[in-house]
């Protein structure tokens, strides 16, 4: 029994903060948040792919850092904290799991050391819109033809297309009398393909719709169908749930620290206001939210990799409980902050809109609510 | 990270699982338990706790030379978790084994240790705490018994309140002022004192659950030798702020709330399929159990933490924030589903499970306050743990 991060885990978890703290400013965050620009900044990619950052979550013998969860999940909150812009999400969890759970050995052997080395960048398209994502009501729809296969359709809420040079595209996929859920990977500049972001409030997440309009890729594109599919694709959104939660952490962190600081230096009254227990209540508030919620996280990650019967109900659970807390403290630190905090000049909003990315994606809580009560049994 | 035992922990663990079937007693009382001051039902808890200490399963971290068994933080949980899982009545030596005792071995004197550290196993003698006074709660440090030191004895004369069992109790451990010139954390001592000393009056306060569970105690020249004196003179306030933190301790407070939250799913089934189908319902439910979870394992790494020898700062405070507070919210939930029946008196013989859960819910109340309230742990959590400005402190 032991519920601690590990030496090797928490010696990772600081040189990440102190690398973020370096070559992440918000200075940085801030220059890729032109709506016009990629917002994918690519030195300091380069400087994370020699890190082994970006294939953490891959295998060792597929060219990756071979992490588990945990260790992924800890990155993450230190991406949370420094609000870091770029496909990282998209290409090095949702796209890299994908194809590590669903492709066969070939494919994986092709294509996960170029997303390990940062060389590629590979994006999940799966939703249209809606929540659901099976076979019946997915529109985009993938044909067998003689020689290739033909895709139309419109996929929403692809994160980083617009820099993706492969697009993993959950479609569904006539297999003998019946129609099942297929990824299929569409090189982005293939004819038909047409990208553009949508632009979210939160200038650090890039989404974008993907249109396919009888575009036509080899058969070899198709990494999985059927249930290896669906298999694959949930097991890969509960890591999501996993990694966006850990985001949230880091991000609640990161606001709690700016409202103490504040309340230190800001003087009304004649005394420092985090003298008053209406802020100091509401500082100590925050610190019993999130660090319950730390925990329950770790056990989240843990699960993932050891004890997959539990993990669906403990990556919802994370998810929800750490994207309310992280809304909810961004919200305490703007009030701690007054107007200053509401500002687009100060950096509290890059949070605050982060936050509801998180909360939206993946699951929102309501939704997450449900699954936690379908997953106990009620 | 290993959530798994070791062979030999599973094993303990379903010796003790066969152990507690075969021994635990088989009425569970409702709220404290030990609110009760019936003496049949304190002795019946007196043997319990005796029958659970013989069979080795009672402080087992102390030292072996005092009745302990040296176990690591692991084993304990192992014994927590299982007495919470089979429904244990809570020890009624509870104050005894979680805090006069490890302050004893602390800071007692051999002669203490070895007069006062087997009863308290044995529950041969049960000791209350002599902390809160009516002008001293929050501000415990400003707290105005008086102990005046004439030749080999303290004269102690004052008003302690809020005083859980001193209505049975054979000891208190007392926080008394013996210097009224110094700042007030610098002139307190830690007596202990026999609750049959002329000039000891107890007047039991009736709870809001109608349970006598603590008391005002009057002093009156009460005459206490020099040897109970724990720790030097004037420097309580060190010794205390010990025990406080075992207090603050609580290997089972995770376990507790989960039994809890146990309790409230079988209400919400016990109200048929259409109220589980409530999507309100549900939600509610996913949300409790959630934070229910996120406890369990923040005990689990708080546990780590203390094994791995790294000091547990404000960890104590949140705990006690968050689980009394949980705790609460799980039992007003519960007594919303049993829309008017969760009202009814205890009394009345129209009560689900003999009024449980309005008990739990006012009990859960009181544990908001009691042990520091959440405002102070607020205060703790800012103050300690955040580096906030302290409150500007008189004296």
Redo the contacts between chains.
């Keep these: 029994m032991d519920f601690g991060l590990s030496s090797e885990q928490e010696l990772l978890q600081q040189s990440a903060r102190e690398f973020l703290r370096c070559h992440c400013p918000t200075s940085l965050v801030r220059a890729h948040m032109d709506p016009q620009a990629d917002g994918y900044p690519r030195e300091l990619y380069g400087r994370m792919a020699e890190l082994g950052w970006l294939g953490l979550l891959i295998p060792a013998s597929l060219g990756g850092s071979g992490g588990d969860l945990l260790d992924a999940a800890l990155l993450c909150e230190e991406f949370g904290r420094a609000a870091l812009p770029g496909p990282f999400f998209a290409s090095s969890a949702l796209a890299a799991l994908t194809l590590r759970y669903a492709a066969r050995e070939s494919c994986k052997q092709q294509y996960l050391p170029l997303l390990a080395r940062g060389e590629k960048i590979a994006t999940l398209a799966w939703s249209e819109g809606r929540a659901a994502w099976d076979a019946a009501s997915l529109e985009t729809r993938c044909e067998r033809q003689r020689l290739s296969l033909r895709l139309d359709g419109k996929k929403l809420f692809v994160l980083d297309a617009h820099v993706a040079d492969w697009l993993l595209v959950v479609c569904s996929f006539r297999e003998g009398r019946r129609n099942d859920v297929a990824i299929v990977l569409v090189p982005r500049n293939q004819p038909g393909v047409r990208v553009r972001q949508m632009l979210d409030a939160d200038r650090t997440r890039r989404p974008c719709v993907v249109e396919l309009r009888g575009v036509t890729v080899a058969r070899k594109h198709l990494i999985a169908s059927g249930e290896k599919a669906r298999a694959a694709l949930q097991r890969v959104f509960d890591a999501a749930r996993v990694l966006l939660a850990a985001d949230s952490l880091g991000g609640a962190e990161q606001v709690l620290e700016m409202a103490v600081e504040y309340a230190k230096v800001r003087q009304q009254f004649g005394r420092p206001i985090g003298s008053f227990q209406a802020i100091k209540h509401a500082c100590a508030e925050m610190v019993a939210a999130i660090e319950p919620a730390r925990s329950l996280l770790w056990y989240a990650a843990y699960a993932f990799e050891r004890e997959p019967k539990n993990a669906p109900c403990a990556a919802s659970m994370a998810k929800s409980l750490l994207c309310d807390v992280y809304a909810w403290a961004t919200e305490r630190s703007l009030r701690i902050h007054g107007g200053i905090g509401f500002t687009w000049e100060h950096d509290l909003h890059l949070w605050i809109k982060r936050s509801l990315w998180n909360r939206h994606a993946f699951g929102e809580p309501m939704f997450e609510r449900e699954r936690i009560a379908e997953l106990c049994g009620w | ?5 070791t062979p030999e ?1 599973e094993e303990f663990r379903q010796r003790l699982r066969a152990w507690l079937k075969k021994n635990i007693p088989r009425r569970r009382s409702p709220g404290a338990g030990l609110a009760d001051d019936e003496p049949e039902r304190i002795a019946r808890a007196k043997a319990w706790q005796r029958k659970l200490y013989e069979a080795g399963y009672v402080a087992m971290s102390w030292p072996r030379q005092y009745g302990g068994q040296e176990a690591d933080v ?1 084993t304990q ?1 192992i014994v927590s978790e299982e007495l919470a899982r089979a429904g244990a009545p809570p020890l009624i030596g509870q104050m005894g084994i979680q805090m006069v005792g490890p302050t004893l071995i602390q800071y007692g004197t051999e002669e203490q240790k070895r007069r006062f550290l087997r009863p308290i196993l044995t529950a041969e003698e049960i000791w209350c705490q002599g902390y809160s006074e009516p002008g001293a709660g929050s501000d415990l440090a400003s707290l105005q018994t008086r102990a005046e030191l004439v030749g080999d004895e303290f004269i102690v004369n004052g008003q302690k309140i809020w005083t859980s069992n001193a209505h049975f109790a054979d000891w208190m451990f007392c926080l008394v002022r013996t210097d009224p010139s110094a700042p007030k954390h610098h002139g307190i001592s830690y007596l202990l004192i026999d609750m049959k000393s002329p000039g000891i009056t107890v007047r039991p306060l009736v709870q809001i659950t109608e349970e006598r569970g603590f008391n005002q105690v009057f002093f009156e020249d009460v005459r206490v030798p020099r040897q109970n004196l724990v720790g030097e003179l004037n420097h309580g306030w060190q010794v205390a702020n010990a025990t406080l933190f075992h207090e603050r301790n609580m290997l089972g407070a995770s376990s507790r709330t989960q039994e809890l939250f146990q309790g409230l ?1 079988r209400v ?1 089934e016990g109200r048929g399929r259409a109220v ?1 189908e409530d ?1 309100r319902v ?2 509610r ?3 409790l ?3 229910v ?3 369990r ?2 005990a ?2 708080q ?3 203390a ?2 020898g790294r000091p547990g700062g ?2 104590a405070s ?1 705990t006690k ?2 689980s009394t507070e949980l705790n609460h919210e799980i039992a007003a939930f519960a007594l919303e589903l049993l829309g008017s029946y969760g009202t009814l008196s205890k009394r009345s013989p129209w009560a689900v499970e003999r009024g449980y859960w309005l008990t739990e819910y006012l009990f859960t109340l009181g544990m908001i306050i009691g042990g520091g309230t959440s ?1 102070i ?3 703790i ?3 300690r ?7 500007t402190r008189p004296m």
Aim: glycine share 4%; no cysteine.
């Design positions: 990270m290993d959530l798994s035992y922990q692991i949980t799913v919400a589980l999507p549900r939600h439910l996913a949300d159990v959630t934070r979870q996120a406890m394992y923040h689990y790494r546990l780590t933490d094994a791995r404000i960890a949140v924030l968050v405002e742990q607020k205060n959590i800012a103050e743990g955040l580096g906030l400005p302290r409150d």
